[in-house]
T-cell receptor, first 114, second 110 residues
Framework: DTGVSQNPRHKITKRGQNVTFRCDPI?????LYWYRQTLGQGPEFLTY????????KSRLLSDRFSAERPKGSFSTLEIQRTEQGDSAMYLC????????????FGPGTRLTVL | KQEVTQIPAALSVPEGENLVLNCSFT??????LQWFRQDPGKGLTSLLL?????REQTSGRLNASLDKSSGRSTLYIAASQPGDSATYLC?????????FGTGTRLKVLA
């Protein structure tokens, strides 16, 4: 078990392009979370999954954003028609319901939209 | 709506000093509170988790306290070292998501 992993670590794209990020949680964890962090701010909650079910989505998650966790293991976060305001660090975390509730964070994907 | 505030926003201290970072929150109906460390451009590393029924947690040179009634938590760092330089984030937990403060940027000078 090597912890939560995220790919890619960095993504530079032009405005209007679509991007997709991947998160692989710790293997036995059934909860997975996405957060977004802009410079100088704390992370903000975007959405979370319990197994394959997406149980809550923040109002920050506009209709250009979609997240999936098809088999209850890894998750993807897609942003369509990227805007400069989407530039941020996208963080993934996982934990196990009924465990210590500590959320274990991945290294993040830094998105830059030109 | 839960709001989390961290004071100070930045702190610079000489090596060896003991220091206190503060976190306040507006809604005392919390599930837990967690302190994280974040190095520049990196993800978050969990430092201490305090459940709502607990008053404090300790790990090495770190001690975190929680006073739900006053909506406050403190992170105490003893004998600070240059390697402690990072941003420290406080996160208040509900049943699943965390609400984060904006962090305290700590620099420990050698």
């Amino acid at each position: 078990d090597t912890g939560v992993s995220q790919n890619p670590r960095h993504k530079i794209t032009k405005r209007g392009q679509n991007v997709t990020f991947r998160c692989d949680p710790i293997s036995e964890h059934n909860r997975l979370y996405w957060y977004r962090q802009t410079l100088g701010q704390g992370p903000e909650f975007l959405t979370y999954f319990q197994n394959e079910a997406q149980l809550e989505k923040s109002r920050l998650l506009s209709d250009r954003f979609s997240a999936e966790r098809p088999k209850g293991s890894f998750s993807t976060l897609e942003i369509q028609r990227t805007e400069q305001g989407d530039s941020a660090m996208y963080l993934c975390a996982s934990n196990h319901r009924g465990g210590t509730d500590t959320q274990y964070f991945g290294p993040g994907t830094r998105l830059t939209v030109l | 709506k839960q709001e989390v505030t961290q004071i100070p926003a930045a702190l610079s201290v000489p090596e060896g000093e003991n220091l206190v970072l503060n976190c306040s929150f507006t809604d005392s109906a919390i599930y837990n509170l967690q302190w994280f460390r974040q190095d520049p451009g990196k993800g978050l590393t969990s430092l201490l988790l305090i459940q709502s029924s607990q008053r404090e947690q300790t790990s090495g040179r770190l001690n975190a306290s929680l006073d739900k009634s006053s909506g406050r938590s403190t992170l105490y760092i003893a004998a600070s070292q240059p390697g402690d330089s990072a941003t420290y984030l406080c996160a208040v937990g509900g049943t699943y998501k965390y609400i984060f403060g904006t962090g305290t940027r700590l620099k420990v000078l050698a």
